[in-house]
């Protein structure tokens, strides 16, 4: 931790989180991630060796119902909101390239 | 026609003093005239409203049974799913998004009997401090209009304000119920994490977004606290009433609390501006005045709280947002040459700069080689911040401190440095990490004349308590009586 971040590494986060950033917002945030990790860096001072890390507040265990059927949302208001469609499916461009 | 409460008129309705229509045509009319200046709402429901009120009106005339706030109207942030309407998040993502179900706390208003009024503003996805990074408009503080209202829940909380509706719900992840609250002058509420239910909240940082009701009065948010709490089936972190049990907050509100002890923690103060530190001191005489005593208790993982929470609530973010890959909702690119520009083109063009960085910030802290270093770290200092709150709290019943370090500042003064803004959260972010519910209410102005909250923290699950010590306070005051000039 406290490693400053460079715009290759801002990039392949950016690829990470599937956003397309353009030149200007890759410099951008190149600055603004560092500024953020430097402050973040501060968690350094603290000595957590064996303080368990805590994911939840509450004491959250998995919870179980009844494997009973219920309705479900149905195919038109899944699609509803789908910004193409073809029928039944939503529809995307082509996953696999000609062989 | 202008009131006080919620719960004020909500009686009056019920006895036919006045009607739910005369009272949600007068939220109209307001509306008509102050939001162009304010800009509190996405979207606003007119037509049913007034055909909501028309049918509470003839239900009550008819000597039938009504809901706990029947005919009062209210209003909803846009990050919460309703299946009338859009649900916006303030995002271009969203932008015509039509939910298909409702949020469990939107159906509980409903049956109810609320009129809901309309949907509010926010900060993109819930993301921020001041409601500049929503992607739809600007919402402004009634008290000067050249300030933010505060965020996350701004819009919530400036409706509230102006009287464009009698009481709103906000989220709070971070303080985005509280500090708007604080900034706008009413009261807010983040309650214990697991006790509303967050079914059709659309998730920024799951293990720490809460719903809670924005009102003028402590008593109002009791009565919303009666009407969205509750065990929720559909929320796997939703606290079962067997473990917590189901509680009227109107019941008991008006009850002393007797022998009182209330925490201070010494020095956290000084980083306020001068006439916050006064207003704090100030309510701490209040509460000296009405036999509390007050202790000093140590929070000393507290200054790294901000720290833990932007890691963890990017982490969370950054998986949470994952869902939006132009496939099944939201706004997709056009002409993309192929599927892996379906979702990186969509993302890039859908989602706002703040919305983006956090992304980012949060793949970058779950990435391999600095999962240690920054996620698990992170909730090592959470756990630490609990055990704080831990041990406070077997010291007194409630601990005072500011919402913020400031009163509203001015639109644009911290939106380009966003560690300035993020640092703004200083005082509201550690409730969240350690999932204990706390309030702003109204404790005083500064010298230009605008809001400043009071911050009271309690023990998960002591909203009773919480809500019973900030009436003790307003029942001394007159400061939430305030109203801005824009009404």
């Not at chain 2, 293990?207 to 929320?235: F, W, Y």
Request: aromatic share 8%.
């Amino acid at each position: 931790m406290g490693k400053r971040i460079d715009q290759t590494e801002v990039r392949k986060v950016a690829k990470l989180s599937r956003l397309d950033l353009s030149e200007e917002e890759i410099a951008e945030f190149t600055g603004q991630l560092s500024a953020i990790l430097d402050y973040v860096a501060k968690m350094n001072e603290l000595d957590t060796a064996g303080v368990e890390p805590l994911a939840h507040c509450l004491p959250i265990s998995n919870v179980f119902r009844e494997d009973v059927v219920k309705e479900s949302l149905g195919t038109e208001k899944t699609l509803a909101n789908a910004p193409d469609r073809d029928g039944e499916f939503f529809k995307v461009p082509k996953i696999l390239e000609e062989p | 026609m202008d009131w006080q409460s919620a719960k004020e008129l909500r009686d009056k309705i019920r006895t036919g003093e006045t009607s739910s229509v005369e009272a949600t045509e007068a939220v109209f009319e307001r509306i008509a005239n102050s939001e162009p200046a304010i800009g509190a709402y996405i979207s606003t429901f007119e037509k049913s409203a007034i055909d909501k009120a028309r049918e509470i009106d003839k239900r009550i005339a008819n000597g039938e049974a009504v809901g706990e706030l029947a005919g009062v109207p209210v209003a909803i942030k846009d990050n919460m799913c309703t299946t009338f309407g859009t649900t916006t998040c303030a995002s271009k993502i969203l932008k015509n998004f039509h939910a298909p179900y409702n949020a469990t706390v939107v159906d509980k208003l409903i049956a109810a009997d609320a009129v809901i009024v309309g949907k509010t503003n926010l900060d993109e996805f819930a993301m921020g401090s001041s409601t500049e990074n929503s992607s739809l408009k600007q919402t402004v503080n009634p008290w000067d209009i050249k300030r933010v209202p505060g965020g996350s829940s701004g819009g919530s909380t400036a409706a509230v304000a102006a009287g464009l509706c009698c009481a709103a719900l906000g989220s709070d992840t971070g303080g985005s119920i509280r500090q708007p609250a604080s900034f706008c002058g009413v009261v807010g509420l983040k309650p214990t994490y697991g006790r509303v239910s967050r079914y059709g909240l659309v998730a920024y940082g799951s293990s720490l977004d809460q719903i809670g009701p924005i009102t003028r009065t402590v008593g109002d948010c009791a009565l919303m606290m009666n009407v969205i709490t509750g065990h929720d089936e559909k929320d796997s972190t939703s606290v079962s009433e067997s473990v917590v049990p189901a509680c009227n907050y109107l019941e008991k509100l008006d009850e002393p609390i007797s022998g009182l002890k209330i925490g201070i923690v010494p020095g956290l103060n000084t980083g306020s501006d001068s006439d916050v530190q006064k207003a704090i001191s100030g309510a701490i005489e209040v509460y000296k005045k009405l036999g509390a005593e007050i202790i000093e208790v140590e929070m000393p993982h507290f200054d790294y709280a901000i720290a833990a929470y932007y890691v963890i609530a990017t982490a969370e973010a950054s998986s949470n947002l994952a869902r939006y890959d132009g496939v099944h909702y939201g706004h997709r690119t056009k002409n993309p040459k192929d599927y892996i520009e379906v979702y990186t083109k969509s993302r890039a063009e859908g989602f706002g700069k703040e919305v983006k960085r956090r992304i980012m910030l949060g793949t970058y802290a779950l990435s391999s080689g600095y999962y240690d270093a920054y996620y698990l770290k992170a909730l090592k200092v959470r756990n630490l911040i609990r055990g704080d709150f831990t041990k406070a709290f077997e010291r007194c019943q409630a601990i005072l401190m500011p919402v913020s370090p400031t009163t509203a500042f001015k639109i644009g003064e911290k939106v380009d440095d966003p560690l300035k803004m993020y640092l703004s959260d200083i005082y509201t972010i550690a409730a969240n990490l350690a999932g204990v519910p706390g309030i702003s209410i109204p404790c005083g102005f500064d010298k230009n004349n605008l809001p400043v909250g009071l911050q009271i923290l309690t023990p998960a699950f002591s909203e009773d308590k919480l809500l019973r010590i900030s009436r003790m306070f307003e029942a001394q005051t007159d400061w939430h009586k305030k109203k801005p000039a824009i009404r």
